[in-house]
């Protein structure tokens, strides 16, 4: 029979969040928490710490992932999808076990909400229901899961279209972002967000001795009949494009008015996470080795992808401003991520989610300070994502590229008017932060689309190319 850790390798690399792809991966060991179930009763549940090689150089050379396990002592029916593996196990008198991915097994997600809901502590377990004012929402016990299809790198599940459990896959010592953030907005009564109703925390050995602790899983209140806020643009901009005589405004999809409104719960928000988590000022100096580190980051990209290299030097610019702006930048708490798809738009407006920050940073670059204008050029980079990802069906088309970046810089405009009249301060006023931040995230979307949608890449190049010609950029925003 094949060792377990042999089919906890075997399963895990075929996960969408396994995140060690493009590399060779060894399963080195595999720890085990408390059990959630009682003893005696099946499925016996519990969680798998999966310890596994990180890529050749990696800060971190052993990563850990959170697999939950439930055990069965015959095979299950409709859940060969999960199925990690059997074997004997120990610490269950020995019995062959049939052993899935406790998430996707209907009969083990149950303890999850229990112990959430009632605040189980176990060993090397902490279960945390969040004390949010005015509480109404409860979550039936008896709540059936779905797991969802959407995530990529955690896995969420859906109890009776009333609460969403989010399990992190990947961990790390330390507290998560989005835990950390949503449990203080909830708690501070932000209605911008979704309640929290509570988290899971729990200990895991230390790859080489000692104890590492962090966050396993948060659970929030379900959004039903909601639409993310990609999906509500780009029908706009299918709308648009259906209509060759008309401009952005004239149409009955317009999304201008959504923008605007995104804006002010933008601001609303950065306000409400200055107060909850405190802010502070980067002096004038920490903005210099912020441009050095954008400027590093360029060299990097336009080495790597020979069709950025002709808007370098202009990109380069923004970086340099940066470096003599010369005045301190307030910084507090931001979302880190900040786009269409981190956005719902709720039958009570609009809601942010996923604060968890860039997947690909460390716990501690996301849990750091920035400024708020890094999110806002995050999201105006995302409203011409929208509209110029549907022109592949139109390529060639100059009529169709220009109504794209009509509806790019209308909806811009919007968001940062209605994120001005929140805030009391436009964005468009701190145009060399904003330029910078700008060029940066081209430079990101630049990598990632030629290492991972190279037909995309036209997207962010078509962007460099016009950040690299304009000393102000009113115009995009």
Known sequence: ???????????????????????????EAMA???????????PAVRIGFVYCSGPPGAENAIRVYQLPLSY?????????????GDWSEPDLGDTRVWVYDAL??????????????????????????????????????????????????????????????????RLEPGSNPGVEIESALTEAGSELVPEVLGSARGSWPRAGGGTDSGDLAM??????????????????????????????????????????????ATAEVHSELAKALGSDVWAPEQMVEHAAAMQRRLDKAAAAIP??????????????????YGEAVPVQRIHGDFHLGQVLRTIDGW?????????????????????PIKDIAGML?????????????????????????????????????????????????????????????????TMYEARNRPSWLPIPLAAAAQLSTTESHDDDS
């Open 1 to 27: 029979m094949t060792s377990h850790l042999d089919q906890v390798q075997s399963f895990c690399t075929h996960q969408r969040w396994f995140g060690e792809k493009g590399h060779d991966v060894d399963v």
């Open 32 to 42: 085990t928490s408390a059990w959630l179930s009682d003893e005696g009763v099946w």
């Open 72 to 84: 069965h002592t015959a095979p299950v029916d409709n859940l060969g999808h999960a199925l990690i």
């Open 104 to 169: 996707h097994d209907k009969e083990a997600t149950p303890y999850w909400l229990d112990a959430l809901t009632h605040g189980r502590q176990l060993t090397g377990l902490e279960f945390h229901p969040v004390h949010a004012p005015d509480r109404t929402l409860v979550v039936p016990d008896d709540a059936q899961s779905l797991v969802l299809t959407v995530e990529q790198s955690n896995t969420s599940l859906v109890f009776g279209d009333t609460a969403l459990l989010k399990v992190f896959r």
């Open 219 to 264: 659970m929030t209140a379900f959004e039903k009949n909601s639409t993310d806020g990609w999906s509500y643009a780009t029908t706009s901009v299918r709308d648009l494009y259906a209509e060759a005589d008309l401009h952005a405004e004239e149409v009955g999809g317009d999304f201008a008015g959504e923008s605007h409104r995104l804006g002010a």
């Open 307 to 324: 069709e950025l290299q002709p808007y370098a030097e202009g990109l380069s610019r923004a970086f340099t401003a940066l470096a003599e």
């Open 351 to 371: 809601k942010l989610i996923d604060f968890e920050g860039e997947p690909a940073k460390s716990l501690i670059e996301r849990r750091a300070l920035d400024t």
């Open 381 to 445: 980079r995302s409203f011409d994502y929208a509209a110029r990802s549907l022109l592949a069906d139109h390529q060639g088309d100059q009529q169709i590229a220009y109504r794209a970046a009509e509806w790019a810089n209308r909806n811009r405009r919007a968001f940062c008017d209605g994120y001005a009249e929140v805030a009391g301060t436009d964005p468009r006023d701190q145009g060399v932060l904003l330029s910078a931040f700008l060029a940066d995230k081209v430079i990101y979307e």
